[in-house]
C-alpha cells in the first residue's frame, strides 16, 4: 500500500507560481496513473490534472490548462504539479492521488490519497 505526502503549499500573490511535490512511499508509484485534485471551502473536490504511469500523456482540467502542469519522476517516487499565473480562484487544499485506472477525472477511481496541502493565492 502506498502512502502519499504533498508539499510545497502555501501563501503566494496573484500571478505568481507554485510547485507542488508529492512523495510516495511504501511502494513504487511505477504501477499507477496519478493525479492531482482540489478541494476549495464549501466546495466538492475537483480533478486538476492526472497523469499516466509513464508520464507520457496528461489530462487537465480546463480551468488550469495552459497554467499548470503536472509530471513525475518514477526514480524519485515522486509526482509534481507546477502552477503557474495563479488566480484566486485556485485557492484550495491541493490533493495527490494514485490510481489504477488510466487517466481518470474522477475521484472514486483513486485508491490512494494523502493528506493535503494548502494553497492560497491573494489578490
Sequence with gaps: QVQLVESGGRLVQAGGSL???CAASGGT??????????QAP???????????WSGGSTKYADSVKGRFTISRDNAKNTVYLQMNSLKPEDTAVYYCAASYRPLSYY????DYWGQGTQVTVSS
Design 107 to 110: 475521484s472514486g477511481e483513486y
Design 29 to 38: 508509484i511505477n504501477n499507477y496513473d496519478m493525479g492531482w485534485f482540489r
Design 42 to 52: 464549501g466546495k466538492e473536490r475537483e480533478f486538476v490534472a492526472a497523469v499516466n
Design 19 to 21: 510547485r507542488l511535490s
